[in-house]
């Protein structure tokens, strides 16, 4: 008696998953590091309504811990956030940096990194350019642009 194989078990075959990332009705993660309440509401709530799932962290201690937790399939971060989340923690000026240089000794490094930032120089620029962020966003920026670089990215991780 040959066997009848369940509906895209071919597909299943041929591209086997990869990752937690790979496995159907996966919903595109996004880890949001901003320490201003109202932009990370904004770009939140805008991310959300294209289809991303966000989780947000507002300083380098979470984003430490939800990149290990959340496995988030890219990172969107301001340059400059607070160490801990508590209100008298001291102010990294350049937390963004700190973050991507702790992401270089982590397992879990999602592919797509987009900085955004108010005060944005071109020596930071060459900085984050030298740690391979996919795009780099100056503060005021178009939100469609932003989804753009976000569309491509997930278009590139898919089987």
């Excluded at 294209?50 to 989780?55: A, D, E, N, T, W």
């Excluded at 937790?69 to 963004?96: H, K, R």
């Excluded at 955004?116 to 962020?133: A, D, H, M, P, Y």
Aim: aromatic share 10%.
């Amino acid at each position: 008696m040959s066997r009848i194989p369940f509906a895209n078990e071919e597909d299943t075959l041929r591209k086997p998953f990869r990752s937690h990332r790979d496995s159907p009705g996966h919903q595109y993660k996004i880890l949001l590091v901003e320490d201003d309440r109202f932009y990370c509401l904004f770009l939140k709530q805008y991310l959300e309504r294209l289809g991303y799932s966000v989780v947000e962290a507002g300083s380098l201690s979470e984003f430490k811990l939800f990149l290990n937790a959340e496995q988030p399939d890219a990172i969107i971060s301001d340059i400059g956030f607070a160490e801990t989340p508590e209100p008298t923690a001291p102010y990294l000026t350049l937390g963004g940096l700190l973050a991507l240089d702790w992401l270089i000794y982590q397992t879990h490094k999602p592919e797509t990194v987009i900085v955004i930032s108010s005060t944005l120089t071109e020596r930071l620029r060459q900085q984050f350019e030298s740690r391979g962020v996919t795009a780099i966003f100056e503060k005021p920026f178009d939100p469609d642009a932003l989804s753009r670089v976000l569309k491509q990215a997930a278009r590139s991780t898919d089987i």
